[in-house]
């Protein structure tokens, strides 16, 4: 497959150029800045007319569901969502109706990943008391809850220990205090107006601060990744501490002022912020201080969330173009921020083989932007089972065309 006068991101570099894939390696073969290569008669040939070539997603937070909750979303409807949003990857989170914690469960979620060809999903494990010992040790992708969300499921402080010392994968947290959130609770009646207030900036802080204080003497090979990061404090913290965190395209681009307009589509663990903060979130990507983006995609029926007020929001496909949408006209300082926030820094954080760059012989994982693409956002033109966002109505600048998966085109809308 010859991809024919792009604009690729090459050694953090935007040249104009030419990238052959070689379909049944699954590797780009050779690249040229000059003239056309591989005209083969066999060729499929695309025509870019200057579109944007980028090193494919890689989404270290994602809900996937599926099986007992596949009215939501299923593998299949995830994995499309992901290739319309330029992901190739995606992590899916272990707080199933039905959790992954056992080798059972985890069979059963990697086989019925293997039969997707839409992105790679990877499972995560949940870390509970229920957890299957054999996991803690050997599994490399594990999810701890220091406060209560969907499916009720709570990491102890201790378990979290006991795999540092046991362990040398990667332990993502989802950081909220839950004895403050239930003294919240005391204070405030639980209505959507007070979410916000029960789930408060030190609730966020408190279980960051209490993590790392109590696991600061464990000498271990393992990692802790802190999930949707939402405070500029809670970022000035974690850099003096060296630990690795993400933050959510919504905390960058939504806050409180919205929540209004949104309601309960507005409505997820962390909560919205104040746009002081959302500002200061902004700011600081655009200084390099937000390593890893990913998207806690979260889907829920419409009907759920207006019947019974449950938190999250899809993500997959609105990610990339918010971000481009914010930072057009592109310049190259600022495509690096995204590159390495989407692409470079999860995989190198999960330690997969791929290094995210486009290069010869490397795995032909690629996304095609068109910078000039204008479209507004719409609940039934997404792949997502779940078919709403809370940017319905928005229109972005700068949309994923076309997606390429091991040399396979895994979402076309050129
Ligand atoms: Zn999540």
Same mark, same amino acid.
């Given at each position: 497959?010859?991809?024919?006068?792009?604009?690729?991101?090459?050694?953090?570099?935007?040249?104009?150029?030419?990238?052959?894939?070689?379909?049944?390696?699954?590797?780009?073969?050779?690249?040229?800045?000059?003239?056309?290569?591989?005209?083969?008669?066999?060729?499929?040939?695309?025509?870019?007319?200057?579109?944007?070539?980028?090193?494919?997603?890689?989404?270290?937070?994602?809900?996937?569901?599926?099986?007992?909750?596949?009215?939501?979303?299923?593998?299949?409807?995830?994995?499309?969502?992901?290739?319309?949003?330029?992901?190739?990857?995606?992590?899916?989170?272990?707080?199933? !109706?039905?959790?992954? *914690?056992?080798? &059972? /469960?985890?069979?059963?979620?990697?086989? @019925? +990943? #293997?039969?997707?060809?839409?992105?790679?999903?990877?499972?995560?494990?949940?870390?509970?008391?229920?957890?299957?010992?054999?996991?803690?040790?050997?599994?490399?992708?594990?999810?701890?809850?220091?406060?209560?969300?969907?499916?009720?499921?709570?990491?102890?402080?201790?378990?979290?220990?006991?795999?540092?010392?046991?362990?040398?994968?990667?332990?993502?947290?989802?950081?909220?205090?839950?004895?403050?959130?239930?003294?919240?609770?005391?204070?405030?009646?639980?209505?959507?107006?007070?979410?916000?207030?029960?789930?408060?900036?030190?609730?966020?802080? !408190?279980?960051?601060? *209490?993590?790392? &204080? /109590?696991?600061?003497?464990?000498?271990? @090979? +393992? #990692?802790?990744?802190?999930?949707?990061?939402?405070?500029?404090?809670?970022?000035?913290?974690?850099?003096?501490?060296?630990?690795?965190?993400?933050?959510?395209?919504?905390?960058?681009?939504?806050?409180?002022?919205?929540?209004?307009?949104?309601?309960?589509?507005?409505?997820?663990?962390?909560?919205?912020?104040?746009?002081?903060?959302?500002?200061?979130?902004?700011?600081?990507?655009?200084?390099?201080?937000?390593?890893?983006?990913?998207?806690?995609?979260?889907?829920?029926?419409?009907?759920?969330?207006?019947?019974?007020?449950?938190?999250?929001?899809?993500?997959?496909?609105?990610?990339?173009?918010?971000?481009?949408?914010?930072?057009?006209?592109?310049? #190259?300082?600022?495509?690096?921020?995204?590159?390495?926030?989407?692409?470079?820094?999860?995989?190198?954080?999960?330690?997969?083989?791929?290094?995210?760059?486009?290069?010869?012989?490397?795995?032909?994982?690629?996304?095609?932007?068109?910078?000039?693409?204008?479209?507004?956002?719409?609940?039934?033109?997404?792949?997502?089972?779940?078919?709403?966002?809370?940017?319905?109505?928005?229109?972005?600048?700068?949309?994923?065309?076309?997606?390429?998966?091991?040399?396979?085109?895994?979402?076309?809308?050129?």
């Amino acid at each position: 497959m010859l991809l024919k006068n792009a604009l690729i991101w090459y050694r953090e570099q935007i040249l104009r150029g030419h990238i052959l894939v070689n379909e049944e390696t699954g590797l780009i073969e050779r690249i040229s800045l000059s003239k056309i290569i591989g005209t083969g008669s066999d060729n499929l040939e695309i025509n870019l007319k200057g579109k944007l070539v980028i090193p494919s997603m890689v989404d270290i937070h994602s809900h996937l569901r599926d099986f007992e909750e596949s009215h939501k979303e299923t593998y299949e409807t995830g994995a499309l969502a992901a290739a319309a949003g330029g992901f190739t990857t995606v992590f899916d989170m272990p707080n199933k !109706l039905n959790p992954i *914690n056992s080798p &059972e /469960s985890l069979t059963k979620a990697v086989e @019925r +990943a #293997k039969r997707i060809q839409w992105a790679k999903i990877i499972p995560y494990v949940l870390l509970n008391r229920d957890t299957e010992s054999s996991l803690i040790s050997n599994y490399p992708y594990l999810k701890a809850y220091r406060g209560i969300t969907t499916g009720n499921y709570l990491t102890s402080i201790s378990e979290i220990k006991e795999f540092l010392i046991r362990s040398s994968g990667i332990l993502v947290v989802h950081c909220e205090d839950n004895a403050r959130i239930s003294e919240n609770l005391k204070k405030f009646q639980k209505t959507l107006e007070n979410h916000w207030k029960i789930r408060d900036s030190q609730t966020e802080l !408190l279980a960051i601060k *209490n993590l790392l &204080e /109590s696991t600061k003497d464990i000498a271990t @090979r +393992a #990692k802790l990744h802190i999930a949707h990061v939402t405070l500029i404090e809670s970022i000035k913290i974690l850099h003096s501490r060296s630990v690795s965190f993400e933050v959510t395209p919504h905390h960058l681009f939504l806050n409180n002022d919205d929540f209004s307009q949104l309601g309960v589509k507005g409505k997820m663990n962390p909560p919205l912020r104040s746009k002081v903060e959302q500002h200061y979130l902004l700011e600081a990507f655009l200084k390099g201080q937000i390593r890893i983006i990913s998207t806690d995609h979260a889907p829920h029926t419409i009907h759920e969330k207006k019947d019974l007020e449950l938190s999250g929001v899809p993500g997959l496909e609105t990610c990339l173009p918010l971000l481009f949408n914010f930072c057009n006209p592109i310049d #190259k300082r600022k495509l690096a921020l995204i590159i390495n926030a989407l692409a470079q820094n999860p995989r190198s954080l999960m330690n997969l083989s791929e290094k995210g760059i486009i290069a010869v012989n490397e795995p032909a994982n690629l996304t095609v932007i068109d910078l000039k693409k204008r479209k507004v956002v719409r609940g039934d033109d997404l792949k997502t089972k779940c078919k709403w966002s809370p940017w319905e109505g928005i229109e972005l600048q700068g949309w994923p065309v076309l997606t390429i998966r091991e040399g396979k085109i895994t979402y076309n809308d050129l």
